[in-house]
């Protein structure tokens, strides 16, 4: 599985990579510190999953992930969010994100989230 | 084993270095930017055990710290490889320097967004510099000390706006304070309070609490009051209090008097701590008011002393003062307030007709807003007696000419009234006579003619008076009367002289005639009054008749001159004039000799003699002064009250102390009657003197004691009359004294009154500015908490993990130690999330107040488990950011209050937008306030949270409605929708839209 990381928080991307990294048969393919880059990149490599960081300088959340699934329907969209998930997710799925990470439980919550992602799209696949 | 027990070791260090780090950012924010560089400075060398540490903050000054003890010439190095324009991210060199061992690895790490606070600089000797935890702990230092720059930059906007807040309260002309703690310690006095109280610099307050710094109050009600505003919450205000203050030169109390506030200060938790003092002096205004209050006193005791009834009233004529006299000239004691227009019981016109009170001249003289001088009317008192009197009603104006109330005197001219009608009953009885009584001039012009005289001689009165005294004469009768003129000229009186006088119609009639000549008040002859008796009936009746012709000329005589002196002595213009005309008569009536008047000096009980006629000094010498224990005439009657006749001085025994005075001075026969007014008071002694021994007639002594009324009733009128002038004289000085008073004070209190409104609008305009800055302070912090620190702890967490998945194999022990730091990072996270969202919530500004709301009051409800219902439409859609923070603020403010005061299990809050209007409603099922609480919070004296939401509703024209009762309290808010919509300036569509 190919991950794109878009966040603006050089430490916090570097602390994902190598989260991701552990796992077999995933691969980070690259990174992003703000909205533009991330849809450049995206749109560029059509990774499997983007951690979409909604907290970035300049990016309207909702505006960004739209762009996103119109230039690249395939990708998974996973948001990752400093602000409490419960009053931004009906939004964002509405806009075709898949899922939410709360960034106070990334260290628990990232790895099961994103194998729960790859599950319900395998099963689709079959 | 050893590599692996000091790896643990190692590790161990580190995490507890990253979560101190990342937990006490506290530790840099408060100092100053040398400081935060030399703190950073020292932390990286310590925790990296660094060769060599540079950092480097930027803006507003360039500011270093160096720590390379073993490595000189590393900064010029690191200088030169990063010159002021660094890139921002991060970098990693190595560089070597000639008196160094070794080469060094260095990082340089931007401190701040694209390090445009600065940079830092670690060298390390180490070929591995700098591993991954390294690398963290960098990035967490340079984030941490990014935040304590920040927040040193607020605090300075802070420190800034507080002295100029302390400027304007130094400026502020009332007397302000701050004090501090339940001990009252001074924080703050502004030059006023130090002027005020007499001290001498604020060294004298600040540090020190009141009771120290002012002992003198230690007596005084204040520090009470001000433990119970400390230990209620309820501020206190206090108007035209009393002060003893040690401020004179002398170093006595002194007293003043002051309107003062206290009013509490709370910390952040919404304790008092502290009391904020604002006081204004305004003795001056209270010790003027008493000073009108003991002029008007003054003014009342001098009417009091009056011996005329005076009252006075307010603009409608009820009664506000009425005097000794006025009661005793109505017989009742009238009702302040109640009883109007007049004192007395009831009125009469001079006709008899009854004249309701509210037409008397006093009632005219206040609603025409006139004097009123010259009216007469009678008083019925309770008792039945009746009593003429003279009104003198006259208004009171303020200085705007309005009408304030009146002030009448009522002069009793009862007696004066009585002889009026005696005179003019005894005229009517010569008018009535049978016989013919006519007057002449001494030239024989007629002056008067009675009706009888009419019957008789058949002309009217108007054809006979003027004419000559010959109309009735006949030709051969001329001589006659020239005979009779040359008589009366000689002071003659002809009695019962028989001749023949022709009427109109020609005929001739016998008459009787007796002619008596007719006195001015100087004794001259100035004319004869004729008795004509028609003697032509029958002899036998002719005796009878002439005896009561003499009687009753003499009678008429009499009368008519006691008729002339009256209205002589009424018509006299001065008390001295009335005397001599007074004396003039009493002796012709009794045709005396000599005579003189003695008036009561009433303070010294003596008789002081003010007229005489007939006596030489020495006597005038001897009888200046005379008191009631004298035994001479004058004495007596002063004593006993009553007319002393003295028929011989040579046989009357009392008066044998004065016998040769008597012969001295030539009289051998003394009368003195005593002056008494109508009030029964003694006014003096009238005395008449005769060459010889005398004994007079019963008649005599009546006419006399008739004349010696009259003459007592004017002079009781002559003193009444001064006294009214005098007090005229000095109400009217009073009044225009007062009034000038008045006018300075009024002028003087409207220019106070204005300074203290624009004082409150200073004060206004400031807690407003406070309001602002206090807002814009929470949002940067609430930011920087959240975004920082959030960010930092994440990346933590994560570390975290991968240690634990690195080391875990190796020692399984750390993993639970791991894990609790884990579970500790992630309730940090949380906590400073919320804390952060409590100052300011950012979906207030990104998602507006339906979101912010229902984010609160759901968090409010897991907190504190009151039922909160928010009713309120999901599109409701965005307001001005202020406006929405207002809202935000005030349903925040409301719950906050229902939990901790009301007692209510529930609160339902209703927003509604309306065409013109945002509607807010909050309501809860406590206990309410009491009517008293309540009135004191709508009256903004209590309830700091109130005050201040009203405040801030203030500056969007929002209006702010309380109801409280035992069911519960209801708030309502308005804000005008013009107010609230969003400016154009404001409305960025991306904001509007965004979802967070």
Not at chain 2, 53 to 68: D, H, I, M, N, Q
Not at chain 2, 242 to 260: I, T
Not at chain 2, 643 to 651: A, C, G, K, L, Q
Not at chain 2, 759 to 786: C, P
């Amino acid at each position: 599985m190919r991950i794109l990381i878009a966040d603006d928080n050089q430490f916090v991307r570097r602390g994902i990579a190598q989260f991701v990294a552990r796992q077999e048969g995933w691969e980070v393919c690259g990174e992003a510190s703000n909205s533009a880059e991330a849809i450049a990149k995206t749109s560029e490599l059509h990774p499997d999953l983007v951690l979409l960081d909604v907290s970035m300088p300049g990016a309207n959340a909702l505006e960004t992930v739209r762009v996103l699934k119109l230039q690249s329907p395939q990708t998974k969209i996973l948001i990752v969010t400093q602000y409490d998930p419960k009053y931004m997710l009906p939004h964002l799925l509405e806009m075709g994100a898949s899922g939410c990470v709360d960034k106070a439980r990334l260290a628990i919550d990232l790895l099961p989230a994103i194998i729960a992602l790859q599950n319900t799209s395998s099963l689709r696949a079959k | 084993m050893g590599n692996d027990e000091k790896e643990i070791r190692e590790l161990r260090r580190l995490l507890r270095d990253l979560v101190a780090l990342a937990t006490t950012p506290a530790v840099w924010v408060g100092r100053d930017r040398a400081q935060v560089a030399e703190s950073v400075a020292d932390v990286l060398l310590h925790t990296l055990r660094a060769d060599a540490v540079y950092v480097c903050l930027r803006a507003p000054k360039k500011t270093e710290a160096v720590r390379s003890p073993q490595h000189p010439g590393f900064s010029d190095e690191v200088r030169r490889l990063w010159p002021e324009s660094a890139t921002s991210s991060l970098q990693v060199e190595t560089i070597t320097g000639s008196a160094w061992p070794r080469a060094l690895r260095v990082v340089m790490q931007p401190i701040g967004i694209s390090g445009d606070e600065g940079f830092m600089v670690v060298g390390c000797a180490g070929c591995d510099f700098p591993s991954e935890s390294e690398a963290l702990l960098l990035s967490v230092a340079a984030n941490q000390a990014a935040v304590a720059l920040q927040a040193g930059r607020l605090r300075m906007q802070a420190e800034l706006e507080r002295h100029r807040l302390q400027d304007l309260l130094a400026k502020a002309a009332a007397a302000i304070g701050l004090l501090s703690g339940p001990e009252h310690r001074w924080l703050y006095v502004n030059e006023n309070y130090i002027r005020v109280t007499g001290r001498n610099s604020a060294a004298d307050f600040l540090g020190k609490t009141l009771r120290e710094s002012l002992p003198e109050i230690e007596t005084q009600p204040f520090i009470e009051l001000l433990d119970g505003v400390y230990h209620t919450g309820k501020s206190y205000v206090g108007r035209e209090m009393k002060v003893k203050l040690n401020r004179a030169q002398s170093g006595q109390p002194e007293e003043g008097y002051f309107d003062f506030v206290y009013e509490p200060l709370r910390n952040a938790d919404g304790v008092v701590d502290g009391i904020f003092v604002h006081a204004v002096e305004v003795t001056d205004k209270v010790i003027a008011r008493e000073e009108v209050k003991k002029r008007e006193r003054q003014f009342r005791e001098m009417i009091d002393t009056l011996p005329a009834a005076i009252y006075t009233t307010d603009a409608g004529g009820r009664l506000t003062h009425f005097n000794p006299a006025a009661v005793e000239f109505s017989g009742r004691t009238p009702e302040l307030g109640t009883d109007q227009w007049c004192v007395s019981w009831k009125l009469f016109y001079p006709d008899g007709r009854p004249m309701p009170h509210d037409e008397c001249p006093m009632a005219v003289a206040l609603k025409e807003g006139r004097i009123i001088r010259g009216a007469e009317a009678i008083a019925e008192r309770p008792d039945g007696v009746r009593r003429w009197f003279t009104p003198y009603p006259t208004p009171i104006r303020d200085h705007h000419g309005r009408i304030i109330g009146g002030i009448n005197m009522l002069l009793d001219i009862t007696e004066r009234k009585r002889a009026e009608e005696l005179t003019g009953h005894l005229a009517a009885i010569v008018a009535s006579s049978d016989d013919a009584i006519v007057s002449k001039d001494l030239n024989g012009i007629i002056k008067s003619w009675n009706k009888s005289a009419e019957r008789i001689f058949g002309y009217t009165a108007e054809e006979a008076i003027g004419q000559h005294i010959t109309l009735i004469i006949p030709w051969e009768r001329r001589n006659e009367e020239e005979d009779i003129l040359r008589r009366l000229r000689n002071g003659e009186r002809i009695d019962h002289f028989e001749t023949v006088r022709r009427s109109k119609d020609g005929k001739f009639i016998d008459i009787s005639l007796t002619i008596s000549p007719v006195h001015d008040g100087s004794g001259k002859i100035i004319g004869a009054s004729k008795v004509a008796r028609d003697i032509t009936e029958s002899k036998r009746a002719q005796e009878a008749l002439r005896q009561s012709q003499v009687r009753l000329s003499a009678e008429a005589d009499a009368l008519v001159k006691l008729n002339e002196w009256s209205g002589r002595l009424w018509r006299s213009r001065s008390l001295k004039e009335g005397l001599d005309e007074m004396l003039g008569a009493v002796i012709e009536l009794l045709d005396a000799d000599k005579g003189n008047i003695q008036i009561l000096d009433r303070e010294h009980r003596k008789l002081t003699l003010v007229a005489q006629r007939g006596f030489d000094k020495e006597f005038r010498d001897f009888f200046r002064e005379v008191t009631a224990t004298d035994d001479s005439a004058c004495g007596r009657a002063l004593r006993t009250g009553e007319r002393i006749i003295v028929e011989d001085v040579e046989s009357d025994e009392p008066f044998s102390p004065f016998r040769h005075i008597a012969r001295q001075a030539g009289f051998r026969s003394v009368i003195s009657s005593p002056l008494i007014a109508a009030n029964g008071t003694p006014l003096g002694i009238v005395s008449v003197h005769f060459a010889a021994v005398q004994r007079r007639s019963e008649q005599d002594l009546h006419r006399l004691d008739l004349y010696i009324r009259q003459a007592a009733d004017f002079i009781g009128r002559c003193r009444i009359e001064d006294a009214l002038r005098q007090s005229e004289e000095q109400f009217r000085k009073l009044s225009e004294s007062l009034d000038v008073e008045v006018r300075a004070r009024t002028r003087e209190l409207e220019e106070r009154n204005a300074e203290v409104l624009k004082q409150s609008e200073q004060v206004r305009e400031l807690s407003w500015r406070l309001l602002l800055t206090q807002d814009e302070e929470r949002r940067h912090i609430a930011r920087e908490l959240h975004d920082s620190a959030g960010q930092t702890l994440t990346v933590l967490g994560m570390n975290l993990v991968q240690f634990v998945h690195k080391t875990g194999r190796n020692a399984p022990e750390l993993v639970t130690d791991a894990e609790t730091i884990q579970e500790m990072v992630q309730q940090l996270h949380r906590d400073i999330r919320t804390a952060s969202y409590l100052l300011h919530p950012p979906l207030l500004d990104e998602s507006g107040l339906y979101s912010a709301l229902s984010w609160y009051t759901q968090g409010l409800v897991e907190r504190s488990g009151l039922q909160v219902n928010l009713d309120m439409s999901q599109q409701f859609g965005r307001l001005a950011r202020d406006v929405e923070l207002v809202l935000f603020r005030l349903v925040q403010e409301c719950l906050t209050n229902i939990h901790r005061h009301s007692g209510s299990k529930t609160a339902s809050i209703r927003i509604a937008r309306e065409p013109t209007q945002i509607t807010v409603e909050v309501e809860d099922q406590g206990t309410g306030m009491s009517p008293e609480r309540l009135a004191e919070v709508q009256a903004g004296a209590s309830g700091v949270g109130i005050r201040g939401m009203r405040e801030r509703l203030r500056q969007f024209k929002g209006n702010l409605k309380i109801e409280s009762d035992s069911r519960g309290t209801r708030i309502f808010v308005t804000i005008p929708v013009t107010v609230a919509d969003i400016p154009a300036n404001e409305s960025n569509p991306e904001s509007v839209q965004a979802t967070i």
